[in-house]
């Protein structure tokens, strides 16, 4: 059976550029954390660094929230919009 989320419910886990995280750093994390494919990860990680930020997983506040926690244990901004 499938789970209905209502779309208001729906947030972005935004990841931001900073000028201290290694690439290397920012893509492990997204690959732990996120369960990002090496590749995924890599593409988020350029948007990352050329924009600014990049919205790295959608989902419902309480599945994105521990992923944010642990973004941010590791030195790398994330918020949840």
């Known amino acids: 059976m499938l789970e209905v989320i209502d779309v208001a419910d729906v947030k972005d886990l935004v990841v931001y550029n900073d000028d201290f995280n290694t690439f290397d750093h920012v ?3 997204l690959i732990r954390v996120c369960r990002h494919t090496p590749e995924q990860a890599e593409q988020c990680t350029w948007l990352i660094h050329h924009k600014g930020k990049c919205t790295v997983k959608t989902g419902a506040y309480d599945e994105l929230n521990p992923m944010r926690e642990a973004i941010c244990e590791v ?7």
């Open 27 to 29: 893509i492990e994390t």
């Open 75 to 81: 030195g790398i901004d994330a918020k949840i919009l």
